[in-house]
Each structure stands twice: as C-alpha cells, then as structure tokens.
C-alpha cells in the first residue's frame, strides 16, 4: 500500500498531462495535415513527405538517445547523486555533439545523392526538394543536441512542461500552415525553413527551462568524461540495437509482404499499423510517465518497491489498452468501414492481429524499463533483439509452405511471446523475481479481465445483428465490461481504495 501511494499520485498527474497532450497533438495534427496540403499542393506536399521521409529514418536514433540519456540521469537521482549526474549530462552533450557532427557526414552525403541522383522529381523542383533535404537535416541534427535537456525533464518527472512544449510545437505548425496560405514565395521553401525554426525554437525552450528549473544540475562544463562518454555510448549503441531490430521487424516483414504479394497487400498492412501507432501513442503515455520512477527505484536498490511498481505498471498498462482493443476485435469491420469506406482485402484480419501483438508488447515495457535502468544491456538487448529479427527469415520460410499473408502476423505474435517470457527469465536473473507471483498478480488478472471482457462482447456480437446501433452497443459494453471487470478484480483493494480517496480529494478542492 505505502510503494502505490508513494508513486501513484505523481504518476496519476503526470498521465493526465501526457494524455492531455496526446489528444490536443493529434487533434492539431489531423487539421494541420488537411491545412498544410491544400496550401502547398499535392506535387510539393509529396515532395517535403519523401526527401523529409528519408531524414526521419534516422529519427529512431534521436529516441534511442533520449531514452539512454533519461536512464543515467534518472539513474543518478535515484542515487541521489547530484554532482553524478552533471558528469553525466556534460557527457551526454560532447558526446553527442560528435555524434551529430559523424551523422551530419553520413546524412549529407547519402542524402545528396538520394535527392538529386534516384529520387523522382520534376525538374522545376529539384532545387526547393535540395531546401527541404538540408534544412530537414539541420532540424535532425538540432534535435539530437537537445536530447541532453529534454532527457533532464523527463528525468525530473516534470512532464507538464515536456506536454507543453510539445503542444506548442504542434501549434507553431499549425501557425506556419496557415502562413503558407497568405505568402507569395516559393511555400515548399518557406515550409523547410519554418519546421528547422520550430526545432530550434524547442531547443531553445528546453535550454532555458533547464536553466531556471535545474541550473546546477544542467550546468555546462567542458571537460572531457571519457569514461562516462564511454559508458553512454556503450549503452545507446546496446539499446540502438534492440530499436533496430524492432524497425526491422516491421520494415522488413513489409518487404517480404511485397514480395510475395504486390503492394495491395502493403496498404492493408500499413494501415493495420496505423492503428498500432495510434494504441501505442495512448499507452505509451502512461509509460513515460512511470518510466523514471521504475529508473530511480532500480538505482536507489528498493527491489520491493520496483517490483511493486513493475505489477501495477504492467497490469495498468495492459488494462488500458484492452479499453480500445478489445472493441476493435470485437468491431474492426465496422470501424474500418466507418474510417475507410472501401476497405482493402485483408485489412480486417491484419488489424486484429497487429492489435494482439500490441497487447503483449504492453505487458513486457515495464519489464524491460527496469532491466535497462541496470545498465547491464548487452546480453539482455542481444536475445531479444535477435529473436524480433527472426520474424523476418521465418515469415519468409513459411511464406514458402503457406502462401497466406497473414502468416507473417502469426509468426510476430509467437515471437513476441516469446520474447516476454525472455524478459521475465531476466528480470527473475536480475532482480529475483519471483516469477509465480508475477503471473498471479499480473497475467493472470489481465488475461481474466480480457477473456471475460471479449467473450461477453462477441455473445452481444452475435446476438445483436449488424446495425448501427448493434455497433455502437457493442462498444460501448465492451467498454463497460473492461472497465468493470478491472476496477472489481484486475486491481487491487487497497489500489481501488487509493484512487477514490485521489477523486474525492480533488472534488473538495475544486
């Protein structure tokens, strides 16, 4: 009861801010997109979607980086080591200012001749694609300079300001929009100019709300910490492989799709994506949250507490994706009908069964956090790694013998198994886990509530017919049912207790 109430009420707060920030993003975003479009045109919209397609690539790089540098420095206030974790941010700075000046090299180079030497483009164009190209990549490059400072934040837990600024990013965009439509020069130019001004704007945020909020820890130094330097880097080349290979396994699966089925098949598969994105951006908000805390606790050794907070993280986590996903198994004809209109041959089930996957990938985050806030990635990042690779060699081996597309989707789902249970096998390595109390307190309730839940909704299914209001019920039920068979059983008493006494709080205050 005392670790939950220690950590809940922040990371209650801090979910509210990142779901806050979630919904006015993608809210901003689908009406940016809509503004951006009509005023650059199709031709030029395309354009700035390719040549900047081909700089965001690298763009899990930027993540890797912020995730490695939020674990040090999250690492080094759990320890309560302020002078630890300074070392660490200069670290983090020189190195990657090395790291941006190889990467600017590496883009430059292959970006040239990508833009200018494969990629088709009329030749009216050429010269504003070669504007979008460099000044995609100084914006690329901008951001992995505030990696150090946007890792400060997170790591403080102060995630109002990380929603802030990032809703301020999605506003100036939509402000830059809107600008296109009244301005006379050549727009695909102004546009690259203005998205590398929004990343320096940021920057500068980040900086300045470092310097006010934590001036001694963010101080900057220059002094060569090639120990730590080493370390880091180290540790984000370990983690930079594990991202890759869970690239690979989605790029990669979608090749061997093309391969063996044309690209109708790839459409299909890429908007089953679409909705897994969209349910990781609404746990992962959640996740960001109680990430730090999972960090600080490993390094301050509160094994109990950390192992606490992994079961309710990892049952919450998975609860709240079952809101939606257990109405889109229930439902995805009628929502993709709905969202689509003409809906591609083989949508239906590639959706059903990326949303399975996206279930069990919600359980093992939090697992995975506490494991990597050891530092100790090598091994750990190595397994699983290789075994999210072999999605593709055995999707192609069985595509061979079964030459059903959707056995690619079966093969992600039994890998992904597996590598959840690899993650408990080091946790139980790690931590002593008790792996019989982690399937009682955990698996086993969000299996209950997810079973029950489903099965409940397909009898409705069954019964209710195809119309409009069918659907609806059916949602809305199955809905119900999650949250009712998640407050009454997949959480516990002294869990339940807690959040009400957090609700009736805030009515008093208010």
Known sequence: MAEFKQNTKLMAQNSAFMYIQMGVKMLIGLYTVRVILHALGTEDYGIYNVVGGFVSMFSFITSTLVSASQRFFAYS???????????????????????????????????????????????????AANWVFQFAVFAFIVRIMSVPFRA????????????????????????????????SLDKLKVYAVCMFGVAVFSTLLYIVLCEKSFREDSRIRIKWEGS??????????????????????????????????????NAARGIAYQINNA??????????????????LTAADEREKMLSLVYNSSVISFLLKCLITIPLLLEMPYVLSL???????????????????????????????????????????????????LNLPVSYFLLKIWPYPYVAFYVSIVLSLIVQLVRIVFMKKMFGMPVNEYFRNVVVKVLVVAFLSFLIGFLLRMYLGDSTW?????????????????WSYGI???QREFILRLIVKRIREN
Not at 97 to 116: C, P, Q
Not at 157 to 179: Q, R, T
Not at 245 to 263: D, E, H, K, T, V
Not at 279 to 296: D, G, H
Request: a positive charge; proline letters at 2%; charged letters at 10%.
């Open 77 to 127: 206030i759990g320890r309560g080591e302020k002078e630890l974790l300074n070392r660490y941010f200069n670290a983090s700075l020189l190195s990657f200012l090395i790291l941006s000046l190889v990467l600017f090299l590496l883009i430059e180079g292959i970006g040239y001749w990508f833009v200018n030497y494969k990629m088709v483009v009329p030749s009216n164009r050429l010269e």
């Open 152 to 183: 400060m934040v997170v790591s403080h837990e102060k995630m109002i300001i990380f929603a802030l600024i990032s809703v301020l990013d999605s506003l100036l965009i939509l402000g830059i929009a809107f600008l296109l439509q009244s301005i």
């Open 228 to 265: 730590l330097m080493k370390e880091m880097l180290s540790y984000c080349g370990w983690y930079m492989f594990g991202t890759m290979a869970l690239m690979l396994r989605s790029q990669g699966i979608n090749m061997i799709l093309n391969i063996f089925f044309g690209p109708v098949v």
């Open 279 to 296: 349910l990781n951006q609404f746990v992962n908000s959640f996740y960001n949250a109680v990430r730090p805390q999972i960090t600080k």
């Open 339 to 389: 969202w689509l209109g003409e809906v591609p041959e083989y949508t239906v089930i590639f959706s059903r069964l990326v949303v399975i996957t996206a279930m069990i990938d919600a359980l093992g985050h939090p697992l995975a956090t506490a494991v990597n806030a050891t530092g100790n990635i090598r091994e750990f990042k190595v397994v699983t790694g290789l075994l999210l690779i």
């Open 470 to 486: 069918a659907h609806l019920i059916v949602i809305l039920l199955s809905v119900g049912m999650v949250l009712m068979l998640s």
């Open 492 to 494: 516990k008493k002294s």
